[in-house]
């Protein structure tokens, strides 16, 4: 049922970034849940160690070990996997050196916390191989493990560094295991089958921010998706009446006279009111201004409504829907 | 509410430090920024140390290049303004160069570990701003008053913890046990075979490579020798955290994640006692007070939607719910931040309705800031 010859794209790795507090998690679960949908097997993994993805599916913390957090509509499966780079190295070890009891005991020493501090760089280079690892997993039957794997990935300021790391590991070790791992995680990342997805506010520093990332993953080489502005509004005055409260010529009678027929005609309020209109005003055009901006990057933009309840399970299939019905699976 | 009267303590010659935290995104930068220009106009002679400002914010005050000095802000008096951009690895550099002499810093300027020490290492950021607020903070120094912003971080924690923990790490007993051969000390070869530790440098070296560790054991040597411990030297400034004269202002966004970390921040600088000015809630919701309460103006929108008439009432007026009813979220948030920590001032700030990025903006954030009449 689930091999990714009938998904009409060959994108298998949806890196999913983003200035921090946009949206990145929320993001990332909801498009897994829409790559999910008819009958898609996809891993939603995370590598911050903050156990988001547990706490959005409302599941107990997620250990090291792959696990089914929701299923989408039409028979598909959405499986989670929190990332330590303990374990990762543990795995990494065991694959180059048979090392696995050995890294276990360094472990509990605090070696590999002091290994993984003294050279970041060794984190990244074992989130991403766990990520590689997990898209060229085949079953028996030698389909996929998984159809997709979707990354809740760090934010924007680090994403490029995460991403490249291997090809850095790769200039340093001219030969052997590291070396040929490293390339073979590169030339899965760097190629159509990875894309990186922004998330982004309708607001100057996380669009600055965006628009900054894009540059960056770009010049170096790494395959660029889809920007999702989260957190959309729609304007409660048209454009006409917008129009009018920028040039101050709303007409102050009609509102009294609404007022006035429900008994609220006051001032006060008329004063109120036509202040809010000024602002949401302000604020509209400020958000149409950057939104023009995103639209110049000439990326698919998906637009994600502010859910005014907040985030839980039924919110998370709504933005699913909305995903699937955009450009981004198609 | 319990008020936080800001041009008081702007005004005492007794605040020589002022220190806005908080978590991500929530506008310390901006509440930094803002509290710099009153303060200058309220007299004193102020320096602002900023964290990675948005561009346009850091050209309003005149900080287009990242020269790690503090440059003069025009257009504000009586007092005077200077402002600067944190450059971490320009800051450790001088530091350096501060401690060893010209060769030595060369050989520890050009190794490789400190290299990426000093521009990615967990924890670098905040031990720099410490550093260049010791630095800022000298006897001779030409300002009375020092605001300093601090790095955009998960946790607002993090400032207090990461150059302690960044110190222990650089002086702790793997690094000394891994470089212990570069320090001359042989002996300890065996030392740590008999611990078990061979398998540690053993795989380390594998993992990371020889070269990596020769350059920390390297770069370990020439740094023991010319100043002491890190970890002493991060606690040195944390002393000055402590000293009278500073005050911390906690900055938090009306919601529930950035009040709870603001929560725990209270609380830790309380248990350590430190001394803690108040918290500024940035971006709240503002509504002119009416008499209708949010009820009857949602049900007055609908009737106007029904009746099909008067289109633009019932938008305002549904517009004027929403942000009602908004504000009433965030005001209950509020006053659970208050019922668990009653003796903590607090200030509200609006939300403007564009980003702050000129001098007249932060005017206008300081005077909300300033505003004792505030009912929000
Ligand atoms: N469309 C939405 N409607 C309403 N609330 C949302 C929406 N998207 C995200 N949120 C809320 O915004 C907050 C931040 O979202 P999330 O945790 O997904 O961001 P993040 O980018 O992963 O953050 P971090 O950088 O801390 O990892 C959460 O409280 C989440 O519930
Ligand atoms: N009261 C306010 N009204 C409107 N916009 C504001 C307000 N305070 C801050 N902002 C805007 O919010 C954005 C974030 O503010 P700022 O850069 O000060 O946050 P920060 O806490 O320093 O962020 P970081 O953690 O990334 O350093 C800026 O674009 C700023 O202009
Ligand atoms: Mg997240
Ligand atoms: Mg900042």
């Given amino acids: 049922m689930h091999s990714n010859q009938d998904s009409p794209s060959e994108v298998v790795l949806h890196v999913v970034s983003g200035k921090g507090g946009t949206g990145k998690t929320t993001v990332a679960a909801a498009l897994a849940i829409s790559l999910a949908t008819n009958g898609h097997r996809v891993l939603l993994m995370e590598v911050e160690g903050r156990q988001g993805i547990a706490q959005l599916f409302d599941v107990a913390p997620l250990a090291y070990e792959e696990t089914k957090v929701a299923v989408a509509p039409g028979g598909g499966e959405v499986w989670a996997l929190a990332v330590d780079s303990e374990d990762a190295l543990l795995d990494y070890l065991e694959m180059f050196y048979k090392m696995r009891r050995a890294g276990s005991a360094l472990g509990k020493m605090g070696a590999i916390e002091f290994a993984t501090t003294i050279a970041p760089g060794l984190?990244?280079?074992?989130?991403?191989?766990?990520?590689?690892?997990?898209?060229?997993?085949?079953?028996?039957?030698?389909?996929?493990?998984?159809?997709?794997?979707?990354?809740?990935?760090?934010?924007?300021?680090?994403?490029?560094?995460?991403?490249?790391?291997?090809?850095?590991?790769?200039?340093?070790?001219?030969?052997?295991?590291?070396?040929?791992?490293?390339?073979?995680?590169?030339?899965?990342?760097?190629?159509?089958?990875?894309?990186?997805?922004?998330?982004?506010?309708?607001?100057?520093?996380?669009?600055?921010?965006?628009?900054?990332?894009?540059?960056?993953?770009?010049?170096?080489?790494?395959?660029?998706?889809?920007?999702?502005?989260?957190?959309?509004?729609?304007?409660?005055?048209?454009?006409?009446?917008?129009?009018?409260?920028?040039?101050?010529?709303?007409?102050?009678?009609?509102?009294?006279?609404?007022?006035?027929?429900?008994?609220?005609?006051?001032?006060?309020?008329?004063?109120?009111?036509?202040?809010?209109?000024?602002?949401?005003?302000?604020?509209?055009?400020?958000?149409?201004?950057?939104?023009?901006?995103?639209?110049?990057?000439?990326?698919?933009?998906?637009?994600?409504?502010?859910?005014?309840?907040?985030?839980?399970?039924?919110?998370?299939?709504?933005?699913?829907?909305?995903?699937?019905?955009?450009?981004?699976t198609k | 509410m319990t008020s936080l009267d800001i041009d008081a303590l702007l005004s005492n010659t007794d605040t020589e430090i002022i220190i806005c935290t908080g978590a991500g995104g929530v506008g310390k930068t901006t509440t930094a920024a803002a509290l710099g220009v009153r303060a200058a106009e309220l007299g004193r002679n102020v320096c602002v140390l900023t964290i990675d400002p948005a561009r346009r914010l850091a050209q309003a005050m005149g900080l287009t290049e990242l020269d790690n000095t503090p440059r003069p802000v025009s257009g504000v008096s009586p007092g005077s303004l200077n402002a600067m951009m944190l450059d971490m690895k320009r800051t450790f550099d001088e530091v350096v160069e501060a401690h060893a002499d010209p060769e030595r810093s060369k050989q520890i300027l050009e190794n490789p570990f400190y290299q990426a020490l000093s521009s990615s290492f967990a924890g670098t950021q905040e031990y720099m701003a410490m550093e260049k607020l010791g630095q800022l903070h000298q006897d001779d120094s030409p300002w009375d008053l020092i605001i300093v912003d601090t790095p955009p971080s998960r946790s607002a924690l993090d400032f207090l913890d990461a150059p302690a923990r960044l110190g222990s790490f650089l002086d702790g007993r793997f690094i000394r046990i891994l470089t212990a051969p570069a320090r001359g000390a042989g002996s300890a070869i065996g030392r740590i075979a008999a611990l078990g530790f061979g398998i540690f440098t053993n795989v380390l070296s594998k993992i990371l490579g020889a070269q990596v560790l020769s350059d920390i054991g390297t770069f370990v040597a020439a740094i023991d020798t010319t100043f002491g411990g890190f970890r002493e030297r991060a606690d040195a400034t944390y002393e000055l955290l402590k000293k009278p004269g500073t005050a911390f202002i906690v900055v938090a966004a009306p919601e529930r994640d950035a009040l709870r970390e603001a929560s725990f921040f209270v609380e830790r600088l309380q248990s350590e006692s430190m001394p803690l000015a108040g918290l500024v809630l940035n971006r709240v919701q503002e509504v002119e007070a009416g008499s209708a309460t949010e009820e009857q103006i949602t049900a007055a929108a609908q009737r106007l939607r029904a009746s099909g008439e008067f289109e633009l009432t019932a938008s305002l007026l549904e517009l004027h719910a929403q942000r009602m009813a908004l504000k009433e979220r965030q005001k209950h948030l509020a006053a659970r931040f208050e019922s668990a920590h009653p003796t903590v001032p607090i200030i509200a700030v609006p939300a403007m309705a564009e980003d702050i990025h000129d001098l007249d903006g932060l005017r206008q954030i300081g005077a909300e800031l300033a505003d004792k009449n505030n009912d929000w």
């Fill in chain 1, 123 to 328: 984190r990244d280079v074992l989130l991403t191989g766990k990520a590689i690892e997990v898209v060229k997993r085949k079953e028996k039957n030698a389909a996929n493990a998984y159809d997709f794997v979707v990354l809740d990935a760090p934010p924007t300021g680090r994403i490029t560094r995460f991403l490249n790391v291997n090809s850095e590991v790769s200039g340093l070790a001219k030969v052997g295991p590291i070396k040929s791992h490293a390339d073979s995680v590169m030339s899965v990342i760097a190629s159509p089958l990875t894309t990186v997805h922004l998330v982004t506010l309708l607001e100057e520093m996380p669009v600055q921010e965006t628009l900054d990332g894009i540059a960056d993953l770009e010049a170096n080489g790494l395959p660029v998706g889809s920007i999702f502005v989260n957190l959309m509004r729609p304007p409660k005055l048209d454009a006409n009446q917008r129009k009018a409260v920028a040039e101050h010529s709303l007409s102050t009678s009609d509102i009294e006279r609404g007022l006035e027929a429900v008994g609220l005609n006051s001032p006060e309020l008329i004063a109120s009111l036509e202040r809010e209109a000024l602002d949401h005003t302000q604020r509209v055009d400020l958000e149409a201004r950057e939104l023009q901006r995103l639209e110049d990057a000439q990326r698919t933009i998906v637009r994600l409504p502010l859910i005014p309840a907040g985030i839980d399970l039924g919110a998370l299939y709504e933005l699913a829907e909305i995903i699937t019905n955009s450009e981004v």
